[in-house]
């Protein structure tokens, strides 16, 4: 079996016996502390909590997840073993409230060795036994149910049933919450298959675990006690890469003899054969034992398969909608992308290798995920633009890694290293054999207290929370304000005051306040009750669609029952409901003008402007842009209404946008205006768009790799826009004196005529250092082996200056030593240029320019042929 057959029965498995089947998530997680959705359980967590109801009982699915960076973090393994990745598929099946533990058991076995025709006798299962203080109890469900089962099977259950405690056998959300025992299924890989459970959670690759079984039955509070749950859920999850790794390295269980190995697959063959094609090498599937003295195949085989796993790792997260950029998980796949893209160069891959490799990727895995095929042009484009950035960068890293080595004895600093490896993208493997090169090595140590310490302060920058579980899913408010005539003097009755990290707020039954959500702002108003008016500064809703009501003040409870009057500022909100739903138009012009791959990538609006992020291959033309704006002001002006609607989630019109990563119910609201535009969307809008009055676009800028931002202003905003703009012009045409049609020929002349100035001014400065140089030489003094020697200071000299005579004095000398010094603002420069036949007889300008430096307590150095330096006097 392949992995499509191999998924696709797992699928058809589950499916059979009345489970949903969903569609993966995005990698892009709700949760704000995660970087990237990484278990089949994430989507499913407000089910857990209690905060949101199962629209099934049972579903399954095949999920798609990054562990890089965070709790999660197998980079540095990819690689060097063959079952670490940085993105797998968790095959999943779960229960909400429905079946427990021996029906997931016995469904888990089932496809297993029924269907899948794993050897029943190299199976074993391990059942949670608490230790000292734990506490959970023994479960003696699962351990009773897994010992019928190899009894049955005519195994002895006291050799395949082995107990463990939490740390392999107990599973908690966080340290409250949702949690509860699981149960896992090993395999013996060894070649006779006889550990009897030896090798069980020993850490040896001959014996993995295959699936995890948890059990979610507690709820673990702050004092560390567990309570019973009301409804009991099963989470399960296998690794689909580690399932078909072990049928095609044992040729379907036939023969064990080889090291198991994830990466022997289908799932990698057409990548490795890619690489191989490009490199005219050849994938070996050895296995290093030590990350030092890699034979040269050890080598070759540790870059194919971290190259391999990184290109399906960026193909997917970019096809989700997550670029790589300089800060948080988009740095963490800038990072995965340069430690391949390093490799591939010690594999003389030819540039542009990564995005044909996403390619590769995207025609392996198409089918079962469309959005590969869907976002393949934006996949190969970014990452060909991430890899021609890095080209660069490799070119600055390594001048480091020469500098950090001419100061090194022996061995580089495990800080250098962390240094290479965070600033510059050097994986520190690839600092070792560099560093081998020269014969030196690297501080291992030293390295790992950095990177433990940079993981310290990212824990502690992390905003902790404590779980909870929720059993009950009242209290939601009734929104009553979407209309513009609805949104003053409505009536309410105060139901709860919640205060919170020093704020105060109010809750209504049923309020004419827009919540914040959706990327737009939450309304502005006032409540009055009884005597006294309250500021509305802001509004945002809970996981239970509660209205939170911010007021600037404080209360007591007696205001508790009381009724009220709100009113929302109408000003604020006409100019929201305009920016929201000149969003919508602009996210349409962006989609015919660019492509149906543009997609959503955030944005925001208020009642001064909005902000639109969309992925983008190329930054837009100022061209481009114009017509953007265009199109938008032109659907504008055809006074086009909107039609707003709700439909079931299984009948969403053909056409429909949705915001991508965005959650949506059972049922959803769409907002269409004409034939242009449609999206799911529960924000407010206008009921014509010539409400919106006017739109320009203010500024279109880059916020990360393949991502771009548009901010924009409509109504009153966007005509005193246009007027400031006018009135810039008309001063402008009076200082030039001219027409305005006349003024950007006139802005044109001049910087041609300051560009030419400058241009003028550093020619002459050339033929003075040209001059400077000429007199340096002839002050040259002969030494021995035919060389000249010329050293000499020359005052108020910039630091590319002294380079550019120091080069030009080596030229007119031919052979021989040139140093020279300057000194400007109490700084000290020095240059050393040797040439070619003064390096062979032993002089090293790196050596001289550091022992000058260092005699004034300054630093420097360099190549053999040039070097640099300063202090101070």
């Known amino acids: 079996m392949n992995s499509t057959t191999v998924r696709q029965s797992f699928l058809d498995f589950f499916a059979e016996r009345g489970h949903r089947i969903v569609k993966s998530s995005p990698l892009m997680p709700d949760s704000p502390n995660l970087l990237f959705t990484n278990a089949g359980m994430n989507q499913f967590v407000p089910i857990f909590l209690g905060g949101a109801k199962s629209p099934f009982s049972r579903a399954a699915d095949t999920q798609k997840c990054i562990r890089a960076g965070g709790k999660h973090n197998d980079l540095e393994d990819v690689g060097f073993d063959t079952y670490h990745h940085t993105f797998f598929e968790m095959l999943g099946n779960w229960s909400f409230g429905d079946y427990f533990k021996k029906e997931a058991i016995e469904m888990a076995w089932e496809l297993l060795t029924k269907v899948w025709k794993f050897p029943k006798h190299r199976l074993y299962a391990t059942i949670y036994s608490p230790q000292s203080g734990e506490p959970a109890s023994f479960d003696g469900e699962s351990d009773g149910i897994w010992r019928r089962i190899f009894t049955e099977e005519g195994m002895d259950p006291k050799v395949h049933v082995v107990s463990g405690a939490k740390k392999d056998n107990f599973w908690m959300m966080g340290d409250t919450g949702p949690c509860g025992p699981c149960t896992e299924i090993h395999m013996d890989l060894t070649p006779s298959g006889d550990g009897s459970g030896n090798l069980v959670n ?18 673990a509070n702050e004092s560390g006690a567990f309570e019973r749950l009301r409804n009991r859920y099963v989470d399960t999850g296998i690794g689909l890469e580690r399932v078909v790794g072990i049928m095609a390295k044992t040729k379907n269980f036939s023969d064990f003899s080889g090291l198991p190995s994830n990466y022997d697959s289908d799932l990698f063959a057409d990548t490795f054969m890619e690489i191989e094609n490009m490199c005219g090498k050849k994938y070996g599937g050895t296995i290093p034992r030590t990350r030092s003295g890699m034979s040269e195949c050890e080598c070759t085989d540790f870059w194919f398969r971290a190259i391999a796993d990184h290109a399906r790792t960026l193909a997917f997260a970019v096809s989700d909608g997550i670029f790589p950029s300089n800060e948080g998980r988009g740095y963490v796949l800038r990072r995965i992308l340069r430690r391949a893209v390093m490799f591939g160069n010690l594999l003389k891959l030819p540039s542009g290798f990564f995005a044909k490799l996403a390619a590769t990727v995207v025609e392996k895995m198409g089918a079962a995920f469309p959005e590969l095929e869907e976002q393949k042009a934006a996949i190969e484009k970014i990452l060909q633009n991430e890899e021609q950035s890095f080209s660069k960068t490799i070119g600055r ?49 030293g390295f790992d207290a950095a990177m433990e310490e940079q993981r310290t302060l990212a824990r502690t920058a992390q905003k902790k929370s404590t779980v909870e579980i929720s059993d009950d899913t009242n209290g939601a408010t009734e929104f009553v304000g979407y209309a513009i005539g609805d949104i003053a003097d409505v009536k309410a009755t105060v139901t709860g005051v919640v205060r919170s990290e020093g704020k105060t707020f109010l809750i209504f039954d049923r309020t004419p306040f827009y919540a914040e959500c959706g990327g737009q702002v939450g309304d502005r108003g006032v409540a009055s009750i009884g005597e006294k008016m309250f500021a509305i500064c802001g509004v945002q809703s809970d996981k239970n669609g509660c209205y939170l009501h911010e007021i600037g003040g404080d209360v007591d409870g007696t205001i508790v029952g009381q009724e ?35 997609r959503q990538a955030g944005s925001f609006v208020d009642g001064k402007r909005l902000r639109f992020d969309f992925n983008a291959l190329a930054a837009p033309t100022e061209l481009e842009l114009e017509s953007i704006e265009k199109l938008v002001e032109e659907k504008i002006l055809r006074c086009i209404d909107s039609h707003i609607f709700e439909v079931s989630a299984d009948s969403i019109p053909a056409g429909c946008v949705a915001n991508f990563g965005e959650k949506y119910g059972e049922i959803v609201r769409v907002v269409r205006f004409g034939d242009f535009s449609m999206e799911l969307c529960g924000g407010c809008h206008v009921k014509n768009t010539s409400e919106i009055a006017c739109f320009k676009i203010v500024s279109c800028s880059a916020i990360a790799s393949g991502i771009r931002r548009i901010e924009a202003v409509t109504g009153q905003a966007a005509f005193d826009l246009l007027k400031a703009n006018c009135s810039i012009v008309d001063r402008q045409c009076k200082n030039f004196s001219c027409q305005a049609s006349e003024i950007i020929a006139r802005v044109n002349a001049l910087i041609a005529r300051c560009m030419a100035f400058e241009k003028s001014a550093k020619a002459a400065r050339q033929t003075e250092l040209q001059g400077i140089a000429s007199s340096v030489a002839a002050s040259g003094q002969p030494i021995a082996n035919g060389l000249v020697r010329v050293e000499a200071n020359i005052p108020n000299l910039q630091p590319d200056e002294l380079r550019t005579v120091a080069l030009n004095t080596l030229a007119r000398i031919g052979n021989g030593v040139v140093t020279l010094t300057t000194e400007i603002g109490g700084r000290n420069s020095v240059v050393t240029c040797c040439s070619k036949s003064a390096v062979a007889v032993g002089y090293h300008a790196g050596n001289i320019v550091k022992k000058i430096a260092s005699a004034h307590g300054g630093s420097g150095g360099g190549r053999g042929e040039f070097a640099t330096g300063g202090y101070s006097t």
């Open 202 to 219: 020993a850490g040896s690759p001959l014996c993995m675990e295959l699936w995890n079984l948890v059990f979610i039955e507690f709820n």
């Open 397 to 445: 890293g390594t001048v480091i890694f020469n500098e950090i080595c001419n100061k090194s004895t022996g061995q580089i600093a495990g800080s250098d290293v962390f240094l290479l490896y965070d600033t510059y993208g050097f994986p520190p493997d690839l600092t070792h054999l560099m560093a081998m090169e020269r014969g030196m090595g690297i501080d291992t140590l």
């Open 564 to 598: 009220a009057t709100l009113s929302v500022d109408e000003d604020i909100r006409r100019s929201t409901t305009r920016n929201h739903s000149a969003t919508h138009l602009l996210n349409a012009a962006l989609r015919q003008i660019f492509g149906n791959h543009v």
